[in-house]
């Protein structure tokens, strides 16, 4: 019985964080559309901000459980991890956001897995298996449907964030990669908490937090919706997908990720009145069926690759 509650605590984790991250990309959509804020200043706060209340949460409730020393390999790979996996991420996932919409933003990040299988592919020299090269072959589809809406002449979307958004998926195959390495040693929050700080104080060069205008007459329901997709978007949809992992396996967690887009696109549609023709929802259900499809198959990709 303990089992079935605490396996049904998993699901309701992973379910929540990643409703919470696609609802909390429309919200930052909204935020673009209606405010002066712009996408460095946001990424720059969000991580700063996000990156404390985690680490506070592993410091008071994780440390002593969790205890290791720190060498200069870790500190490295954490550093390089903290640039080109956490901050790429978000800049990159923002950005898309920013120059096009939440919902396609959150869909084309879902190509992180071509560019893992690639990356297996030619760096670790393994070959390719059929499922991987379908895999390739729909998301391929997919983003053209979506980028062009059918009519191969003419972008439906802006190339800005059609680039963004692919790049998004890169960052998230590095990220997903990386992480592998750190996990075996840190605790995920004192990683994931830890490394957004560490991004946030290195953009805060670039874009600090002071620069914003606050002269700006900021609306209640602006700040409600700022402050909604930092805390509850992105530090709490953090915490509760860590959490899930505890409970549930990583392919369950994969799958039920998938929330993210799909509250996404339905928040973005239906409260945001963004506009998507047929063939890019047909796009959208191929990349999202076939990330389901390698999610499913993975564990026997996974046996082959080890053979």
Same mark, same amino acid.
């Given at each position: ?42 990424? !720059? ?60 933003? !959150?869909?084309?990040?879902? !190509? ?154 339905? !928040? ?40």
């Amino acid at each position: 019985m303990q089992k079935n509650e605490s396996h049904i605590r998993g699901l309701v984790f992973v379910c929540l964080g990643a409703i919470l991250w696609g609802v909390g990309g429309t919200a930052t959509d909204y935020i673009f559309k209606n405010t002066p804020v712009t996408v460095d200043w946001y990424v !720059t706060t969000r991580l700063i901000i996000s990156g404390v209340i985690l680490l506070l949460i592993y410091l008071i409730f994780f440390r002593k459980k969790h205890s290791m020393v720190w060498d200069k390999y870790i500190i490295t790979m954490f550093i390089i991890y903290s640039i080109f996996g956490m901050t790429a991420v978000q800049y990159t996932y923002t950005a898309a956001i920013g120059h096009g919409n939440a919902a396609i933003a !959150t869909v084309l990040q879902c !190509t992180g897995p071509i560019y893992i299988i690639l990356y297996y592919a030619f760096k670790k020299y393994i070959q390719w298996t059929y499922r991987e090269a379908i895999v390739i072959i729909v998301m391929i589809v997919g983003v053209a449907l979506i980028a062009t809406n059918g009519d191969f002449t003419v972008f439906a979307v802006p190339p800005k964030a059609i680039f963004w958004g692919l790049l998004s998926g890169v960052a998230l195959a590095y990220y997903t990669i990386h992480a592998g390495y750190l996990l075996v040693r840190l605790h995920p929050l004192q990683l994931v908490g830890g490394s957004m700080l560490v991004g946030g104080v290195l953009l805060n060069f670039f874009a600090p937090i002071w620069s914003f205008d606050f002269s700006y007459e900021w609306q209640g329901v602006d700040l409600a919706i700022l402050a909604f997709s930092i805390f509850f978007g992105t530090a709490l949809a953090f915490y509760l997908y860590i959490g899930s992992l505890k409970y549930i396996s990583s392919k369950e967690a994969g799958i039920l990720g998938l929330l993210e887009p799909v509250s996404a696109i339905i !928040t973005s549609v239906l409260v945001l009145g963004v506009v998507l023709g047929f063939y890019q929802f047909v796009g959208i259900i191929l990349v999202l069926t076939v990330t389901i499809f390698n999610t499913l198959s993975s564990g026997k990709r996974g046996k082959e690759k080890l053979n």
